[in-house]
């Protein structure tokens, strides 16, 4: 009677379909390869944001040695240094959204595992959702290295005209 009573409880057919340890196993190691993108997207994102604030950082000092009149040249670095922090902060805000969305994938895994409902395309979309964000942001981050570059190139070439 007891028994009947306990099985006929909602949610316990959901404690039966996840007591499976296998089951979860399953999704553990299906969680692994987004859980290790996430570390990478870290790392990532780790160097972007220092870039950032380098950037932002060296546009602050300018500015301020602007308004007491010492910038000199330093003033001419503003529009590319302006344009650097645009791609970093652009890459850097792709990366984050990208991080969220495979933290999506990840919580839909092991959604997955305790509903009947097929979330497989979901997933899918999700993961694709996460590339293309991940994609856009090193492409952002590529612009603002490739920026940086050619202002480095910029500035030598000056340097051998002058000199």
């Known amino acids: 009677m007891l028994f009947d009573l306990l099985v006929s409880l909602p949610g316990i057919d959901l404690i039966e379909r996840t007591s499976s340890s296998l089951r979860v196993q399953n999704v553990v190691q299906l969680s692994l390869a987004p859980a290790f993108l996430l570390a990478g997207i870290g790392a990532v994102m780790n160097v972007m944001t220092n870039r950032l604030i380098w950037v932002a950082n060296k546009i602050e000092r300018i500015l301020a040695a602007d308004e007491n009149d010492t910038a000199g040249d330093l003033v001419e670095e503003l529009p590319a240094l ?72 910029e500035r030598m070439m000056q340097r051998k005209r002058r000199g």
Do not use: C, D, K
């Open 82 to 153: 302006e344009q650097r922090r645009v791609y970093a902060q652009r890459a850097v805000m792709l990366s984050t959204a990208s991080a969220f969305t495979i933290s999506v994938v990840i919580m839909l895994l092991f959604i997955s595992a305790f509903v009947r409902t097929p979330l497989g395309t979901l997933v899918a979309v999700s993961w694709l959702v996460t590339m293309a964000l991940l994609m856009a942001g090193l492409a952002s981050f590529l612009l603002e290295t490739r920026t940086a570059a050619r202002r480095n190139h």
